[in-house]
């Protein structure tokens, strides 16, 4: 998994890490849902491109 996160991927986990410090003030839930969610969609990106 690693080794798919580069380039555009390195980007969005950055934006993820970002983003959880912005839900922090939610539920754990939702923040890791939203993590997860923004993990898939780095992969998927970094795949199609």
Known sequence: ???MLRGKGFVTVVARDNLRNWTLGVT?????VLDGWLVVVGVWGTGRD
């Open 1 to 3: 998994l690693a080794t």
């Open 28 to 32: 754990g839930v939702e923040a890791g």
